[in-house]
C-alpha cells in the first residue's frame, strides 16, 4: 500500500530542510521498502502568498485524508503588520486535526556536547520528553486588543487536561515510569484544575511517579538538574517556552524534532523550531531537526523501527564525524550534510 504523505514546507529555511528531509526519507526508503507518495500543499507565509490564507482549504483537506504530515518551519517578518499572519494557519491546523499531544524529545549528542553551555558533568544521563498541551489553554482563548487594554483568556477543560495526562503517563510506563507535571497552581486556576487531573489520572498508573512542580523553578532546574526528567508534561504556553529552553542542553534548535498526535486524524512531524529568518535562503540551517522528524514519522505513522534507527545512528555518525552546520559551529552546508547523512544510512 503506498503511503500519503503530505508536506507542509512553509517559509524561511522550511523549504532547506524539507528538502534534506524529503532526501533522506527517500534514501531509507529504498533501502527498507517503504512505498510513499509526497503531496506537497502550499502552507503558512507561503499559503498566503498563494491564496491569501496560512491555511488553505486545499492544503486542510489534504492533510485530513495523509496517512503523516511533515511541516517544516512558518513564519516571516514580511506578514508581522499583515492582519492575517503564518501562524494562525499553524494553530488552525493543529485545532483541526485535534492534534492536542506534542511529543518534544530532549537528548544529548556526545560529538556536540561541548555545544552546550552547560559543564558536561550535567549533560550526563540527559534524556526526557516534554509532553506539550497543543489545543488548548490561552493559545486558543479569547484575545482581545484595545488600544489601551489588552487580555488573553486561559481556558482548560478537565477532559483536556485528563487526556494529554494519560499521554504522559502513558509514555512513561515505556520509559524511566516518572512524569514530572509543570504548573503555576500558586497563581492560576487553570493550572490548580492542572495538578487535581495529574493527581487523579496517578491513580491509575501506580508503577508511575508523579511530581509536581511549579513552573518558574520548573524552568531553573532544567538547567540546574535536567537528569530529574524523564516526562515532562504541561499546559500549552509553558510546552513552547520550556521546549525552547531544553534546547540548549544539546546546544542548538537544529537537532529538536517533534511529532503531534490527535485521536482520529494523522499525525504531524515537525521540528519545535522556527522559519529562522536571519539565516533563511543562505543554504546554512541544520537540517537534522527535519531528518530526526521523518525518524519519528517512521517510527509513530508508519511502525517503520528499523528505518527510523537507521537515520538516527546515521546522525550520531555524522555528527561523529565532525560535520557541523554553522549552528554547531561548523561550515558545512545544508546540502554537504545531508549528503554526508545519506551517506551514513547503513
Ligand atoms: P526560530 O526558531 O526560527 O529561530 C531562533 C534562532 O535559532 C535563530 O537564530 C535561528 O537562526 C536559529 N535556528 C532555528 N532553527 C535552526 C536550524 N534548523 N538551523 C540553524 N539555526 C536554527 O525562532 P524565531 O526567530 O523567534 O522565529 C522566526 C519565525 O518562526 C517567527 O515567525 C515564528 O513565529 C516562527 N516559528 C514557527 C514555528 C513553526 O513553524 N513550528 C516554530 C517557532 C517559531
Ligand atoms: C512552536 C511555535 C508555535 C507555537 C508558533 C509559531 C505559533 O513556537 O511550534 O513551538 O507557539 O506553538
Ligand atoms: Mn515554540
Redesign the pocket.
Known sequence: MTNKIVTLA?????PE?MAAGLEVLKAVAEKIGFDYEIDAQPF?GAGIDATGHPLPGETLEAAKAADAIL???????KYDTCPI???QG?LSLRKELGLYANIRPVKIFDAIKHLSPLKTDRLEDIDFVVVRELTGGIYFGEHILETDRARDHNDYTSEEIRRIMVEAFELAKTRRKKVTSIDKQNVLATSKLWRKVAEEVAKDYPDVILENQLVDSAAMLMITNPAQFDVIVTENLFGDILS?EASVLPG???VMPSASHSATAPSLY??????????AGKG???????ILSVAMMLRESFDEKTGAEMIERAIEKTLAQGIL???MGGATTTDEMTAVIIGNLE
Not at 271 to 279: K, R, T
Open positions: 512553509g517559509d524561511g529555511i522550511g530542510i503558512g511541516l517544516a518551519a512558518i513564519g516571516s517578518p499572519r503564518p501562524e499553524l525552547d542548538t534548535l537544529g515537525e521540528p519545535i523550531h522556527g522559519s529562522a529568518p536571519d539565516i546554512i540551517a541544520n537540517p537534522m531537526s527535519m552546520t554553522k549552528d
